[in-house]
Structure formats: C-alpha cells, structure tokens
C-alpha cells in the first residue's frame, strides 16, 4: 500500500504521455501516440529549462559537496563541548523555508552589489551565480550529514601513520582519507544534483534570465497543462529506474566476485583461474536491467514505425457522431416539450366553454341565476301595469283614487 500510495501517481501519470487526448487523462482510452515525445523535445522553453537546470545543478553540487566536506571535518575535529553548537548551526539552513532562502540571497547580493559599485549586469545580479548560492545554502547540510556518517566511521591512525611516514597534511587527505570518503561524496554529489534539480522554493525568486525547468513546468501549468509534460515525467522516471538498476546490479556483482574469490581454492587464486560469476547469475538487479533496457528498445521502436492517424481520425468521428446524436436528442426532447405546453394551452381555453350550468344546479335552487333576477323584473313591471282594485288587506282604502272620491263625497 506505502508503495502505491508512493509511486502511483507517477505511474499514471507516465501512461498518460501515450494516449491521444489533448489533456493528460488515463481513461477514457483513446489511441496509442508517441507525438507528445516528439512536441517535448521540440519545445524550446522546455529545452532551455533542462540545460539551466543542469548547469545550476552541477554548480550546486561543487559548491555544496566542498562546504559539506569541510563541514563535516570541522565538526569531527571540533572540540568536543563545541560539537553540539557548530551541529545545530549547519544544520539551521534546512529548517529555514526555501522562500525566506531565496529572498535573502537575492536582497543580500544586490546590497553588496551596490556596495561595490557594480552595474545591474554584474556577475553578482546573474541568475545563475544567485540560484547556485541560494541553493546551495541548505542543500550543503544534506552534504554533511551524508559525509559526517562516512566520516564517523573512519580511523583517524591512517592519516597519523601516514603522517609518521613523512606525508604533508594535504598528501595524507589525498591519497588517504579522500579515497575513503569517495562513496559518500558520489552520494552526497547525487543527492545535491536532485535536491537542485527539482528545487522550486528558493529557485522562483533568484533564476533572473536562466529559468530552470521547475520554474518552466509552474508557468506552463499555468496556461494549461499538455500530455508533453507526462512524456517529461515518464522520461525521468525511466532514467531514475534504470540508474538505481544498474547501480544496484553493480554492487550485486562486486558481492557475487568477492564471494567467488573468497571461495576460491588456492591453485585457482595461484593460477588466476577464479571461476567468476555471470552478470545475469543470482543478481535480480541485472535481470531487471535488461527488462527494462529491452522494454525502452520495443518502445523506441513501436515509435518509429506506429502511426496513429488513423485511429485519431476515427476516434474524432465517432465524437462527431456521438456530438451529432446528442444534439438531435436534445431537439426532440424541446420538440415534446414544446407539444405538450401548446396542448396544455388549448385545454386551458376550453375549459371556460365547457364549465357554464345548464339547470337547476346549485344549492339554493338557482335562485340566483341571471333568468331568475330577469322572472322578478317582469314580475315588477306585471305588478305595475295591473288595473286598481280591491287587492290589498285594508280594502284598497289607501288607494288614491278612493281618497279622491272621499273628498267629493
């Protein structure tokens, strides 16, 4: 699981540098393509961030490698009391965050640039002199510790019986303790190119005119990341393997003949006749070596004859397609949206038409209907036109007319 979690975005992003989408994905799959391998070396930014960066790590590996050497000989030599001090003092630069690194590298250069009376040109305001200074502040602490482990480990009565035997102090570091510490060198130089190859922090700040290939990578992310950058990847992941493979072979093979010599008989030693061990016998290393050199040979060779035109063409069509299917579908689905709001709109307008009561149908015996309000009214107008007569309860008594004959009478 640790080793998934480790090297699984590395792996998907590798296999992401074949497929054919503009945009780095592993699924869907489309087709098999080598072209974003051909636009990363025929990116000139890219380039120019790859050679930067190896230009600065060299210089960052010299630089660093000799501070820590001399580091670790100060500390090993440094008077006991003093040890843990001098250790917390080297060791200060790697806790420091590589922003602050970098911003005062570079104010710390422009004042004694203009102390010196030097123009804006000047070495000291170059971005390479300033990105190998500021990184080299913390990566030379990687060193030490690299080196002080060595270090430890080493008798300090070879270079005094070397010096007993007349060697100069420098004779006695040269051909006595700089060849027992040449392991760890290579591995803190190691160390220090990577830690400068893939430093971003103190890098944004200090590059100037030489960007390195983070600082490419960053602006480029950017504007919008391409599957080229996945090539770049799966090109450093593959170099990465095949260095610690053939490494790991190489330290396999001297065990194997060590073994082999301390087993030979004394005639085979005397004779030179020591039956040595082959390269692929007992060393899984160099069996995984040559899987890995013959898988790159199949890969460079798939590239140089495999087009993928074809399949790319295809692929675009039946996106066309499937836009196109899309796109009708969608038309239908308005269209039937569209069918049944104009049916909802036709039954709204004749439900009126068909809700008038044609009887007696309400509670209080229509009695409220228009034909009854229009029956009273002719009732009224009856009871107007009908003759006097004796119609009332009090015999018509309060009929003008009587009130008119009793007077005459």
């Not at 039956?275 to 692929?280: E, H, I, K, T, V």
Request: aromatic share 10%.
């Amino acid at each position: 699981m640790f080793f998934a979690y480790l090297l699984g975005p590395l792996v998907i992003m590798s296999v992401t540098a074949f497929n054919s989408p503009g945009f780095p994905r592993m699924t869907p799959w489309e087709c098999l393509t080598f072209e974003w391998f051909g636009a990363l070396f025929s990116d000139e930014r890219i380039l120019n961030g790859i050679w930067n960066s190896i230009l600065v790590g060299f210089g960052t590996v010299i630089l660093s490698v000799s501070m820590g050497l001399a580091g670790a000989l100060m500390l090993t030599q440094i008077w006991p009391k003093l040890r843990a001090t001098y250790y917390t003092v080297i060791i200060a630069p790697i806790l420091i965050p590589g922003v602050v690194l970098g911003i005062s590298t570079l104010v710390f250069w422009d004042r004694i640039n203009r102390m010196l009376g030097l123009g804006a040109d000047s070495f000291l305001s170059n971005g390479l002199f300033l990105t190998i200074i500021g990184q080299s502040t913390f990566i030379a602490s990687y060193c030490m510790l690299v080196l002080v482990a060595r270090l430890q480990r080493y008798d300090i009565a070879l270079t005094e019986a070397a010096l007993d035997l007349g060697a100069t102090h420098a004779q006695a570091f040269r051909k006595v303790l700089l060849p027992f510490m040449k392991p760890a060198i290579a591995s803190a130089a190691v160390l220090a190119f990577l830690a400068s190859f893939e430093n971003y922090n103190t890098t944004t700040f200090t590059f100037g005119e030489y960007p390195t290939l983070t600082i490419e990578l960053a602006q480029k992310v950017r504007y919008g990341i391409t599957p080229a950058i996945s090539a770049l990847a799966f090109i450093i992941v593959v170099l990465t393997v095949f260095a610690a493979l053939a490494n790991e072979a190489n330290l396999r093979r001297k065990e194997l003949v060590a073994k082999a010599r301390k087993e030979a008989t004394v005639e085979e030693l005397s004779s030179g006749r020591i039956r040595m061990p082959g390269f692929l016998s007992s060393n899984w290393a160099a069996v995984a070596l040559v899987v890995v050199a013959c898988a790159t040979v199949v890969v460079v060779g798939t590239a140089t004859v495999y087009s993928p035109q074809q399949c790319i063409a295809d692929v675009q069509e039946q996106k066309r397609l499937e836009t196109e299917e899309r796109i009708n579908e969608l038309r239908r689905q308005r269209d039937l949206r569209r069918q049944q709001q104009q049916e909802a709109e036709q039954g709204n307008a004749a439900e009126p038409n068909q809700s008038q009561p044609t009887g007696n149908n309400s509670g209080f015996g229509n009695v409220f209907a228009p034909s009854a309000l229009s029956g009273e009214e002719e009732e009224a107008s009856e009871a107007e036109e009908a003759p006097s007569g004796n119609n009332s309860g009090f015999g018509n008594v309060f009929d003008p007319g009587s009130l008119n004959s009793g007077q005459d009478n």
